[in-house]
């Protein structure tokens, strides 16, 4: 235990900290009440006048757990006011198989009718991040249809370059541009972010992603297939709202990042 009243404390810290003003006899009396009620306090000389001019003994390992836990909390009451609740609306998706129990099929969206619906809404731009294609499925056609109806659509993909193009993926793509106008394929730009070095793939594109307006997209596990969109077990997440703009971010960094094809 160690002594101290207002005028001791004080010195000490014009001695050891950085202080640029004295406690007052309000502050004092704060501090000094907050140690009576946590335990770590007594009063231990007192007289006519208030807690201002009282000595009290003070247990220092009480007093530091005190102001450890008062600093704490202090510090997340701080953060709780600044933080700002997140407007953005998020919905689960999935792909099931066919024969999976019909609680979960009902317990979710799909995700091809959902796909078709996202990309349905697109108005100015739609951004796909997909490794795979397949040319047969109906997301296909919704594709086809954002740039003949003026949206301008970049997809981000791998393999389609020589020489280490995936059949599938490249046929896919031809196909695309082949169900386009020319007035359409100028508003459809493909990139390939796929590197194969000398110890075999340096970096490619995994995520899956469809993006429309920079205000909704797609985040999930299903390539743009038929088994993903049809059969598989996938799982993924629609989004609306502001973090739809970090989506963007990453996106375009990878596109830049990728090669035109």
Known sequence: MVEIDRSGLNERLEQHTSADRLLSAHEFTTLVTSLIDG????????GP???ARYTFAVDLHLAQSYFDQWIAAATNKAVDAARQPDPTETSLVATLPPDADPVAQQAVDRTDLQLQTLLN???????IAAPYFDPDERVFEAIVALPERGVETRVLTREVRPPHGD???????DRL???MSASARDLFEVRDLYEKGPGGQEEAIHAKAVIVDESRCYLGSANLIQTALTSNFELGVLLEGPAV???VKV????????VPV
């Open 49 to 51: 006048s208030s807690y």
């Open 245 to 247: 703009e970090d989506v």
């Open 39 to 46: 335990d770590a306090a007594v009063e231990y000389d007192t």
């Open 177 to 179: 541009r082949g169900n």
């Open 251 to 258: 996106f375009d960094a990878m596109f830049c990042r990728a």
């Open 167 to 173: 059949p599938d993926t490249r046929d896919a793509i």
């Open 121 to 127: 809404r697109a108005d100015s731009i739609a951004r």
